[in-house]
């Protein structure tokens, strides 16, 4: 990204010919990668010769000017529909952007198109929506919710794009297909104008090749904002600018004991992989150990969340909702009242937990996912089955939802397979700012994050 800019203030490069040239790419290349739920060529056009007007007569908005992005398709833009992965809301058609978006264009963003996700960002793709295709290898997951976010980015076919989490929908696919993604602290960017999957875990974050390229994004889209009043007040820095190779006097706590149990080795070996280069630039990597970050108890939480998103949609709509997605409806109805407040004790006591390891250590380096990318046949058996497979899927990433942690997951190596390895930095609440420093001392010393698939 930072070179893209440097070539358009130049004059080397137009905005309009960079815009044509990723439509192009994307004409060619995404009837296979099947990331977009739709584009936006008309407007897109629109954006990128507004940018070179504006370079040209020295109004420059910053780093994202006449910058191709992407969007999840759960994001509200003006004029262009917003299904949110479900085909009955085709027709929802919205007046205005959301706040996020609105954010990127006002930074000079060029927007491709909207990208493809989950039925309602939950783990199925909806059956008459095509899955994106993990470029890395077509019969492995891309992951989810944000699959075409994740794809999108590590196919080339944006050069950033927003996700979002609710349970590990940035950091899986980020994990999956190779590429860096950013969770920020719930509350740290507006979610005004979003589509909803559970409202009080949900957060939306950058998806991209590098910390860098993530740190130009978030500051675009981060801060408080009048229509969310969830969104934090908190100025926001300059998270470019704190962008640093020296690690010193930064203190990454890691529980080896539980890496070596819960992680297949290529996973485990690229975690020890990162711990080591952390260390080299100046970090001290100390030995922790985590608290009880079992997903049973914690079930309810994001079960009564959903349910309460498609209460009255799914009564008018229920023909037209997938039949993932329905079980996944039926089964939250079963949970109690008792059964949420248990499980809002146990996410207390975690985020306590949690927030007492933060007195000792600046971040943990934890996997984000403990596997690599499975087949897309295993991962729909362990989503459907829901049992202890399903926990180890989610093991490192739900309970980071539930605390509000920001965290970035970013790759570190391969498994055999040629199959992307991903670790994940996690921080204390607003912490973004030393969480994108350390991913990108790393990446100043690596090259993981510029691996490209044979797409």
């Not at 000079?108 to 198109?113: P, R």
């Not at 939306?204 to 675009?220: E, F, H, K, Q, T």
Request: net charge neutral; charged share 20%; hydrophobic share 45%.
């Amino acid at each position: 990204m930072i070179q893209l800019a440097a070539r358009l203030r130049s004059g080397e490069l137009s905005a309009r010919s960079l815009a044509e040239s990723f439509l192009r790419r994307i004409g060619r290349l995404d009837r296979v990668s099947r990331s977009y739920a739709r584009t936006m060529p008309a407007t897109v056009l629109e954006e990128a010769d507004r940018a070179d007007r504006e370079l040209a007569n020295g109004f420059d908005r910053g780093p994202l000017h006449g910058i191709p992005l992407a969007i999840k398709d759960l994001i509200d833009s003006a004029g262009v529909a917003t299904a949110a992965g479900m085909p009955w809301r085709a027709t929802n058609v919205p007046a205005t952007d959301a706040t996020v978006l609105r954010r990127l264009r006002a930074a000079g963003a060029v927007i491709l198109g909207k990208l493809a996700l989950t039925e309602g960002a939950t783990g199925h793709h909806h059956p008459d929506v095509p899955v994106p295709v993990n470029p890395w290898a077509a019969d492995h997951s891309s992951g989810f919710s944000s699959s075409g976010s994740g794809v999108s980015v590590a196919a080339g076919l944006c050069v950033a794009s927003l996700g979002s989490d609710t349970g590990g929908s940035i950091r899986i696919p980020a994990a999956f297909n190779g590429v860096t993604g950013l969770k920020p602290t719930w509350g740290r960017v507006s979610r005004h104008g979003v589509f909803p999957l559970v409202e009080y875990l949900d957060t939306i974050g950058p998806m991209a090749r590098s910390a860098a390229d993530a740190a130009v994004v978030l500051g675009a889209i981060a801060g408080a904002d009048r229509d969310d009043p969830t969104a934090a007040s908190t100025p926001v820095p300059d998270y470019v600018a704190g962008l640093s190779n020296n690690l010193t006097g930064t203190v990454i706590g890691v529980d080896w004991g539980r890496i070596e149990m819960d992680c297949a080795p290529p996973v485990a070996a690229g975690l020890h992989h990162a711990a080591e280069v952390l260390a080299d630039r100046g970090a001290r990597v100390r030995a922790v150990r985590l608290p009880d970050m079992a997903l049973g108890p914690l079930a309810a939480l994001s079960s009564a969340g959903i349910l309460n998103t498609h209460r009255d949609s799914f009564a008018a709509h229920r023909a037209h909702y997938g039949p993932a997605l329905t079980r996944v409806l039926r089964a939250a109805a079963q949970f109690s009242a008792t059964d949420v407040a248990s499980a809002l004790s146990v996410a207390a006591k975690l985020k306590a937990e949690l927030a007492a390891l933060f007195g000792d250590v600046d971040l943990l380096l934890v996997p984000a996912v403990v596997d690599p990318a499975p087949t897309n046949a295993l991962l729909d058996d362990t989503l459907i089955r829901g049992t202890r497979a399903f926990s180890r899927l989610f093991s490192y990433t739900i309970p980071f939802n539930v605390t509000l942690s920001p965290s970035i997951t970013f790759p570190v190596g391969f498994a055999p397979e040629r199959l992307p390895v991903a670790a994940q930095l996690v921080g204390r609440h607003l912490a973004e700012g030393e969480l994108l420093r350390a991913c990108h001392a790393f990446q100043s010393v690596t090259d993981w994050h510029l691996a490209r698939p044979a797409f």
